[in-house]
T-cell receptor, first 114, second 115 residues
Framework: SQQGEEDPQALSIQEGENATMNCSYK?????LQWYRQNSGRGLVHLILIRSNEREKHSGRLRVTLDTSKKSSSLLITASRAADTASYFC??????????????FGKGTKLSVIP | DTEVTQTPKHLVMGMTNKKSLKCEQHMGHRAMYWYKQKAKKPPELMFVYSYEKLSINESVPSRFSPECPNSSLLNLHLHALQPEDSALYLCASSQAGGRSTDTQYFGPGTRLTVL
């Protein structure tokens, strides 16, 4: 079952603008992660925020987490055409035996127009 | 080296064929994963191997058979697939210990088409 729900499903912006994507989830989490996927290829890990953190930055990325609302947001500042991709949030749960499970949201497809 | 490689990149097979997908990593990771991703959908977990042992099988049909011959390799054997099995198959790995804060590194995927 899908844990996260991204909003919006698709977003189109001009280069240089900021892009904000939201994610909601249903159960308690250890952490929430954001991934990027270009054109149906492999996923790239962007940033992880722990359940006891409220905000985290990495370069042009800013992630917030509100555990009371079970929601997270990803902000990409000063967007570039190369940021065009699908962005997924994923919640992580330990499943024992030295491994863990990622459950992905439906994703937001971001298009940055040059 | 933070690369996970997958072969082949594309695969077209008939419903009576037997084929295998291969995944390889040399990062010393001891947890490896297979995901299935349909078009415009998020990845869905299929199998998890931890220390070369199958730890999770997410109710995947037996026509998909995973194998982990050693700590660097993960295979997915395919037999008697259906057209609805056409999808992007992604492999991922994470560090020994498998803490949920560990990053999963994904391969580029194999695009499978079943005719």
């Amino acid at each position: 079952s899908q844990q996260g729900e991204e909003d919006p499903q698709a977003l189109s912006i001009q280069e240089g603008e900021n892009a904000t994507m939201n994610c909601s989830y249903k159960t308690s989490i250890n952490n929430l992660q954001w991934y990027r996927q270009n054109s149906g290829r492999g996923l790239v890990h962007l940033i992880l925020i722990r359940s006891n953190e409220r905000e985290k930055h990495s370069g042009r990325l800013r992630v917030t987490l509100d555990t009371s609302k079970k929601s997270s947001s990803l902000l990409i500042t000063a967007s570039r055409a190369a940021d065009t991709a699908s962005y997924f949030c994923a919640t992580a749960a330990n499943i024992g035996a030295g491994s863990y499970q990622l459950t992905f949201g439906k994703g937001t497809k971001l298009s940055v127009i040059p | 080296d933070t690369e996970v490689t997958q072969t082949p990149k594309h695969l077209v097979m008939g419903m009576t064929n037997k084929k295998s997908l291969k995944c390889e990593q040399h990062m010393g990771h001891r947890a490896m994963y297979w995901y299935k991703q349909k078009a415009k959908k998020p990845p869905e977990l299929m199998f998890v191997y931890s220390y070369e042992k199958l730890s999770i099988n997410e109710s995947v049909p037996s026509r998909f058979s995973p194998e982990c011959p050693n700590s660097s390799l993960l295979n997915l054997h395919l037999h008697a697939l259906q057209p609805e099995d056409s999808a992007l198959y992604l492999c991922a790995s994470s560090q020994a210990g498998g803490r949920s804060t560990d990053t999963q590194y994904f391969g580029p995927g194999t695009r499978l088409t079943v005719l």
